[in-house]
């Protein structure tokens, strides 16, 4: 049974993409993000951001962020508390990302041409019923191909960076023992439900009627009914089958206002009539499970995974954090942290 189909439960909400080391260059792709040698000509514009020779005006920052914004917010909007840190992370990544394609050049690294013929073919399949594609093509693919070969230069680079050996077996149990957390269960609450259905847009009476029905059936559970045999006849939850049972749940399968009233009973003990999105519902907190670290044999290949991860970005923030160190970077700070 999924989570959704619990009386109650917390709707799916998963997060965007995050950032990575193909983000940006994600953005660059849709934008055509072009930068300029320091004393290129930029009229009178303000600069974003200066790093070595290399001169970032504002207004291809503020493209870049404006791309960024679409990619990962689905309304093309930053909620107003995460624009501030949001703007930093943008600002970050168009840094580092121009350190790690200058590097890349620096070592001779020639881009994969089978893979940026690929990327092409790509846009044609994709725009081949567009007009304006096929008259703008020509004047486009130069621009395309070059940020193509920008994009595979960062990946190849990466690559290299976190080209680690192999851990010892030690290794991976060292990891596993100074990360408990992650291979702990949580704890988990045994729940039985009864609901008692409410049609979508039913009037204020059907909710009454409903929230009276639950309020009797919980009086006559506590005067001795068995929970089980009135959930059978008279739930219209598909755990009626089983007595209501909806067996172990961890926190935050339920959503927030059943899962507070859950949290302040024991075991046994019956919850008030809840109004769920279904109806009106009556929970019964039957039995607790405490979290349980995990054996290792049995995460053993979980862990492996957790190091390598871990590895590699500890790798690559070493590599990059070095380029800044040999690079004189300026960046107009009152363009970071504007907040419109």
Same mark, same amino acid.
């Given at each position: ?17 995050? *950032?990575?080391? +193909? ?24 600069? *974003?951001? +200066?790093?070595?020779?290399?001169? =970032?005006?504002?207004?291809? *920052? ?11 917010? *689905? ?7 995460? !624009?501030?840190?949001? +703007?930093?992370?943008?600002? #970050? ?15 001779? !690294? ?53 080209? !680690? &050996? ?6 991976? #149990? ?11 269960? &949580? &704890? ?41 045999? !009135? ?35 024991? &075991? ?6 809840? +109004? ?52 004189? =970077? ?11």
């Amino acid at each position: 049974m999924s989570a959704a189909s619990y009386p109650g439960a917390r709707a799916e909400n998963p997060s965007r993409a995050v *950032f990575s080391i +193909r983000f940006l260059a994600a953005v660059w792709l849709l934008l055509g993000i072009g930068f300029a040698p320091t004393g290129a000509s930029t009229g009178n514009e303000e600069i *974003f951001a +200066r790093i070595d020779d290399l001169t =970032i005006g504002a207004g291809e *920052f503020e493209r870049i962020f404006a791309g960024a914004v679409r990619y990962k917010y *689905f309304h093309g909007q930053v909620p107003a508390d995460e !624009l501030a840190q949001f +703007r930093h992370r943008v600002a #970050e990544d168009v840094i580092d990302q121009v350190l790690v394609h200058r590097e890349a050049l620096r070592l001779g !690294l020639e881009p994969d041409r089978a893979r940026i013929l690929q990327g092409v073919e790509a846009y044609d399949r994709k725009y081949a019923d567009s007009a304006d594609w096929q008259a703008q093509r020509e004047a486009v693919i130069p621009g395309l191909v070059e940020r193509l070969e920008r994009e595979d230069l960062i990946a190849q680079m990466r690559a290299r960076v976190v080209a !680690l &050996p192999p851990p010892a077996a030690a290794e991976i #149990e060292d990891y596993y023992r100074r990360h408990p957390e992650q291979f702990t269960e &949580p &704890p988990r609450s045994r729940v039985s439900v009864i609901l008692l259905a409410v049609q979508p847009g039913a009037d204020q009476a059907a909710w009454d009627d409903a929230r009276q029905r639950a309020a009797e059936l919980r009086r006559r559970i506590l005067a001795g009914e068995a929970f089980a045999r !009135l959930a059978a006849s008279h739930s219209a939850h598909a755990s009626a089958a089983v007595g209501g049972d909806l067996g172990y749940l961890h926190d935050g399968r339920l959503e927030d206002g059943v899962q507070q009233a859950i949290a302040r009973l024991q &075991p046994g003990e019956l919850s008030e009539p809840l +109004r769920v999105l279904e109806g009106v519902a009556l929970f019964r907190l039957t039995a607790i499970r405490p979290g349980q670290l995990r054996a290792f044999a049995e995460v053993s290949q979980r862990a492996a995974e957790l190091w390598r991860r871990e590895t590699e970005s500890s790798a690559w923030q070493a590599f990059v954090d070095g380029l800044r160190a040999h690079a004189v =970077i300026h960046v107009n700070q009152r363009l970071v942290t504007r907040d419109d």
